[in-house]
């Protein structure tokens, strides 16, 4: 079946400005999370959603970003007053169940650009 | 903030030789993976190891862990020019599904 979608792949936008990123997970998959990737690191936590509720948002860096996911699969990745510290690849993975252990699928990412 | 560390933090080899990647972590954790991620996007999983485990293979991968080093290692054997990519370790930390990734290995295979 299809992978984990994500869109935009890019997202160019000024300083100040509001973005939504969207990801669709692969389908019946239950568990959804967000990372982060900046400019030669590795992945960084943002959130993770068990159905339509965020289990963990510990990894949110402020209250700028928030995240949705109304129906249990669709998400929505929301960040208010873009700054230039938030360029970034945006990723976005599924799994099934959310149980520890299981493989986290990902998808392309938005690569985020802040100008 | 990132659990692990990589090492090295990247490597040049030539097409068939063997490559290892080191991953050094700092927490208890139920399991370790591996990904491999091409031009910076999406990232491919390609082993677990769980935290009883001490070794797997997978083709031409092996992964080992060291539990009470807290570091895993992945040995690619043989290796292709397609092997070319970024490694990262990931641990989840026990209690959370979250992964915390290190920095990665940057590793170019040569013709």
């Known amino acids: 079946g299809a992978g984990v979608s994500q869109t935009p792949s890019n997202k160019v936008t000024e300083k100040g400005k509001y973005v939504e990123l969207r990801c669709d997970p692969i389908?019946?998959?239950?568990?959804l999370y967000w990372y982060r990737q900046s400019l030669g690191q590795g992945p960084e936590f943002l959130i993770y959603?068990?159905?339509?509720?965020?289990?963990?948002d510990s990894g949110l860096p402020n209250d700028r970003f928030f995240a949705v996911r109304p129906e249990g699969s669709v998400s929505t990745l929301k960040i208010q007053r873009t700054e230039r510290g938030d360029s970034a690849v945006y990723l976005c993975?599924?799994?099934?169940?959310?149980?520890?252990?299981?493989?986290?699928?990902f998808g392309p990412g938005t690569r985020l650009l802040v100008l | 903030s990132q659990q692990g560390e990589e090492d090295p933090q990247a490597l040049s080899i030539q097409e068939g030789e063997n490559a290892t990647m080191n991953c050094s972590y700092k927490?208890?954790?139920?399991?370790l993976q591996w990904y491999r991620q091409n031009s910076g996007r999406g990232l491919v999983h390609l082993n677990l190891?769980?935290?009883?485990?001490r070794e797997k293979h997978s083709g031409r991968l092996r992964v080992t862990l060291d539990t009470s080093k807290k570091s895993s290692s992945l040995l690619i054997t043989a290796s292709r020019a397609a092997d070319t990519a970024s490694y990262f370790c990931?641990?989840?930390?026990?209690?959370?599904?979250?992964?915390?990734f290190g920095q990665g290995t940057r590793l170019t295979i040569n013709p």
């Open positions: 993975a599924s799994s099934r169940a959310g149980r520890t252990g299981e493989t986290q699928y």
């Open positions: 389908s019946g998959h239950t568990a």
């Open positions: 959603f068990q159905g339509t509720g965020a289990a963990d």
């Open positions: 927490t208890s954790i139920n399991n």
């Open positions: 190891i769980r935290s009883n485990e």
């Open positions: 990931a641990t989840d930390p026990q209690g959370a599904q979250k992964l915390v």
